[in-house]
């Protein structure tokens, strides 16, 4: 069975431009979840979807946004990139929302925002 | 809020040997669960093991044990016989019974000497 996929994995952007990564769970999970990873504030929870609908938000500004789909694959969107976005941005997915059920992660997506 | 604190910001053992990584937690919730992931230099994120709040005995995977005390919110990772392969970043995280949402620690960079 194939991993969780991130797309792209490298993405260099501009200040003020904006940018969307892409996620696509393990086939059958419909839950997934965006965590942002940066030196200085570490691991911290961006979304959490599951069934189309976003069930949990993070402590972040509206320029940060997401979305699932149908299919279960889920999108992120950060409009007006600031340097302080540069980060590892990782996804995982779970069979099923909460639960017992193990979170997979995928590789991330490196963004870097000069 | 639930916190999670990850105090020993590097650690080191010799191969062969054991080593112990700690984490606290604070929460008000009975329904949890509390893992441990590892995340080589690749920056994949691998779950290492995990405990569910309700279950008195200690969660083992081959030579990883953990070291749950429900009281004292403690939840430390026991790594035996330490091989070259451990050497990474280990995160503490919680998560609450209902939802996705992993709360992460700030880390333990372990390294393993030969």
């Known amino acids: 069975k194939a991993g969780v996929t991130q797309t792209p994995r490298y993405l260099i952007k501009t200040r003020g431009q904006q940018v969307t990564l892409s996620c696509s769970p393990i086939?059958?999970?419909?839950?997934v979840s965006w965590y942002q990873q940066t030196p200085g504030q570490g691991l911290q929870f961006l979304f959490e979807y599951f069934s189309e609908t976003q069930r949990n938000k993070g402590n972040f500004p509206g320029r940060f946004s997401g979305r699932q789909f149908s299919n279960s694959r889920s999108e992120m969107n950060v409009s007006t990139l600031e340097l302080g976005d540069s980060a590892l941005y990782l996804c995982?997915?779970?069979?099923?929302?909460?639960?017992?059920?193990?979170?997979?992660f995928g590789p991330g997506t490196r963004l870097t925002v000069t | 809020a639930q916190t999670v604190t990850q105090s020993q910001p590097e650690m080191s053992v010799q191969e062969a040997e054991t080593v112990t990584l700690s984490c606290t937690y604070d929460t008000s919730e009975s329904d949890y669960y509390l893992f441990w992931y590892k995340q080589p230099p690749s920056r994949q994120m691998i779950l290492v093991i995990r405990q569910e709040a309700y279950k008195q005995q200690n969660a083992t995977e081959n030579r990883f044990s953990v070291n749950f005390q429900k009281a004292a919110k403690s939840f430390s990772l026991k790594i035996s016989d330490s091989q070259l392969g451990d050497a990474a970043m280990y995160f503490c995280a919680y998560r609450s019974g209902n939802t996705d949402k992993l709360i992460f620690g700030t880390g333990t960079r372990l390294q393993v000497f030969p």
């Open positions: 086939s059958g999970h419909r839950s």
């Open positions: 995982a997915s779970t069979l099923l929302a909460g639960g017992t059920g193990e979170q997979y």
